[in-house]
């Protein structure tokens, strides 16, 4: 039985916290029993979801009935929305009162079930049970098909190696459409934690009283969370209830890593650093806690259930210590593949349990792998996986031609036409990502070969 479908087994003990309410494990189940009672048959919805009550009902109650929900971040441009709607056509939506136009089938809280005008239904393979966007709020159609297998498999590993216990009490900090933010629920609700729920930024006095009221015991983040953390002077924080520190979403630089791994140690709190991608639904790697200081800058060994390997541009297995290849990894967390219209949702598992990551990697003597490069041609901003030549298509669309380079964090735009300001509102506008997070240079023209397509190493002599 998967977790999800036992959750009344904790009874009385508290699942959900946010600053107004709280909810027990049971009432949960009282509260994921009315909404399920709304929909009858197997379907495809959209799941507009934020950290509250109303979203973590919805995802617990569609995954039980075996509804396929899409996991939506509600701050998505609304044309881009339009877009998706358009193309997957899903028998209902879950979103906050207002989102979208329509008759609410049914309320609770902030949140309105509302069932859209399209007729047909979407074919759904049997096992699929989640779909996730992989570049952030761009508004891809592109999604990835995770099973129930995935789900819970990933889960359990998660909670195996972070020890995780029904004493937990993690604080959020990341949304819960992204795939990190996910497990984190996922892995906690698993073993009977509560979950304190907030949309506050780090950068918000609000997000550290809520975490000091409620007593959080641990949160995660990606490696720009950890940039304002040491810019907050987090390490001189007094903060007794904090045991435990997770990063992943993108590679942290090696002295941002030891410098945490040293400050946590001194402190009593666990620093684990790990690495995953929504294709293993979550995580694949980890570094253990007495590693995190000796193997600074490492994404660690693989998760429990899963292996890792490298393999050089034949294809052909590295065996040897220190030689870069591209991390390839294989466990029951590897999902069945993509879809990018209505008509994939049908399809089975396309990748066969072995996911070939695309990050260019190396392995130490001891085992350790560390990431030294990507294959192909996307970034990690804030955690969000962005696809540049998504980017690039999206800018095409707004009247644009640009070439889009750059590294984790760090969106480069170059433009031969156009004002810079211009394409950062639209960028900004778009994406939902910070406007720090794209630098945006004017060039005489963009560098193409005979074919047209761009010359992206002949970009530097233009910066």
Same mark, same amino acid.
């Given at each position: 039985?998967?977790?999800?479908?036992?959750?009344?087994?904790?009874?009385?003990?508290?699942?959900?916290?946010?600053?107004?309410?709280?909810?027990?494990?049971?009432?949960?189940?009282?509260?994921?029993?009315?909404?399920?009672?709304?929909?009858?048959?197997?379907?495809?919805?959209?799941?507009?979801?934020?950290?509250?009550?109303?979203?973590?009902?919805?995802?617990?109650?569609?995954?039980?009935?075996?509804?396929?929900?899409?996991?939506?971040?509600?701050?998505?441009?609304?044309?881009?929305?339009?877009?998706?709607?358009?193309?997957?056509?899903?028998?209902?939506?879950?979103?906050?009162?207002?989102?979208?136009?329509?008759?609410?089938?049914?309320?609770?809280?902030?949140?309105?079930?509302?069932?859209?005008?399209?007729?047909?239904?979407?074919?759904?393979?049997?096992?699929?049970?989640?779909?996730?966007?992989?570049?952030?709020?761009?508004?891809?159609?592109?999604?990835?098909?995770?099973?129930?297998?995935?789900?819970?498999?990933?889960?359990?590993?998660?909670?195996?190696?972070?020890?995780?216990?029904?004493?937990?009490?993690?604080?959020?900090?990341?949304?819960?459409?992204?795939?990190?933010?996910?497990?984190?629920?996922?892995?906690?609700?698993?073993?009977?934690?509560?979950?304190?729920?907030?949309?506050?930024?780090?950068?918000?006095?609000?997000?550290?009283?809520?975490?000091?009221?409620?007593?959080?015991?641990?949160?995660?983040?990606?490696?720009?969370?950890?940039?304002?953390?040491?810019?907050?002077?987090?390490?001189?924080?007094?903060?007794?209830?904090?045991?435990?520190?997770?990063?992943?979403?993108?590679?942290?630089?090696?002295?941002?890593?030891?410098?945490?791994?040293?400050?946590?140690?001194?402190?009593?709190?666990?620093?684990?650093?790990?690495?995953?991608?929504?294709?293993?639904?979550?995580?694949?790697?980890?570094?253990?806690?007495?590693?995190? $200081? /000796? &193997?600074?800058? +490492? *994404?660690?060994?693989?998760?429990? @259930?899963?292996?890792?390997?490298? !393999?050089?541009?034949?294809?052909?297995?590295?065996?040897?210590?220190?030689?870069?290849?591209?991390?390839?990894?294989?466990?029951?967390?590897?999902?069945?593949?993509?879809?990018?219209?209505?008509?994939?949702?049908?399809?089975?598992?396309?990748?066969?349990?072995?996911?070939?990551?695309?990050?260019?990697?190396?392995?130490?003597?001891?085992?350790?792998?560390?990431?030294?490069?990507?294959?192909?041609?996307?970034?990690?901003?804030?955690?969000?996986?962005?696809?540049?030549?998504?980017?690039?298509?999206?800018?095409?669309?707004?009247?644009?031609?640009?070439?889009?380079?750059?590294?984790?964090?760090?969106?480069?735009?170059?433009?031969?036409?156009?004002?810079?300001?211009?394409?950062?509102?639209?960028?900004?506008?778009?994406?939902?990502?910070?406007?720090?997070?794209?630098? $945006? /240079? &004017?060039?005489? +023209? *963009?560098?193409?070969?005979?074919? @047209?397509?761009?010359?992206?190493? !002949?970009?530097?002599?233009?910066?």
């Amino acid at each position: 039985m998967t977790f999800y479908d036992k959750l009344e087994q904790f009874g009385e003990k508290k699942a959900l916290i946010t600053e107004q309410e709280c909810l027990s494990y049971a009432q949960l189940q009282i509260a994921v029993n009315d909404l399920r009672a709304q929909i009858n048959d197997r379907c495809l919805v959209f799941c507009l979801c934020s950290n509250n009550v109303e979203s973590v009902t919805g995802y617990i109650a569609f995954l039980q009935m075996r509804v396929v929900p899409v996991m939506i971040n509600p701050v998505i441009n609304r044309e881009l929305f339009a877009s998706l709607l358009h193309t997957y056509e899903p028998n209902y939506i879950w979103a906050p009162k207002g989102f979208c136009p329509g008759q609410a089938r049914y309320v609770y809280k902030d949140y309105a079930l509302i069932k859209t005008e399209y007729g047909q239904k979407a074919e759904l393979h049997p096992e699929l049970a989640l779909l996730l966007t992989t570049s952030g709020s761009t508004g891809s159609p592109k999604l990835v098909r995770q099973t129930y297998r995935n789900i819970n498999h990933n889960a359990e590993s998660i909670a195996q190696y972070l020890t995780i216990s029904g004493d937990d009490r993690p604080i959020t900090t990341l949304p819960m459409s992204y795939t990190y933010g996910l497990s984190i629920i996922n892995s906690h609700l698993l073993k009977g934690a509560a979950i304190i729920l907030t949309n506050d930024s780090l950068m918000e006095k609000s997000f550290w009283s809520l975490l000091k009221e409620k007593q959080a015991t641990t949160f995660g983040g990606v490696p720009y969370t950890y940039e304002m953390l040491k810019r907050l002077r987090f390490l001189r924080m007094y903060l007794p209830s904090l045991k435990v520190l997770t990063q992943a979403g993108g590679r942290l630089g090696k002295e941002l890593h030891l410098e945490f791994a040293q400050g946590c140690a001194e402190k009593g709190i666990r620093f684990i650093v790990m690495y995953g991608q929504t294709e293993a639904t979550a995580r694949m790697s980890y570094v253990p806690q007495e590693y995190s $200081i /000796s &193997k600074a800058g +490492s *994404i660690g060994i693989s998760i429990p @259930g899963g292996k890792f390997w490298l !393999e050089n541009d034949n294809g052909s297995v590295i065996n040897e210590p220190d030689i870069t290849g591209e991390l390839v990894y294989h466990g029951n967390n590897v999902t069945m593949g993509y879809s990018t219209c209505q008509e994939d949702l049908a399809k089975g598992d396309e990748l066969g349990g072995i996911l070939r990551t695309g990050d260019m990697a190396r392995r130490d003597e001891d085992g350790f792998y560390y990431i030294v490069g990507r294959k192909k041609r996307f970034l990690k901003v804030y955690g969000n996986r962005v696809n540049l030549d998504e980017l690039e298509s999206l800018l095409q669309k707004s009247g644009f031609e640009a070439a889009c380079a750059g590294e984790d964090d760090h969106v480069r735009i170059y433009l031969d036409h156009g004002e810079p300001d211009e394409v950062l509102k639209i960028m900004t506008g778009l994406t939902g990502l910070n406007r720090s997070a794209f630098e $945006i /240079s &004017k060039i005489e +023209s *963009i560098p193409r070969n005979e074919s @047209g397509k761009i010359l992206y190493s !002949e970009l530097g002599q233009w910066k």
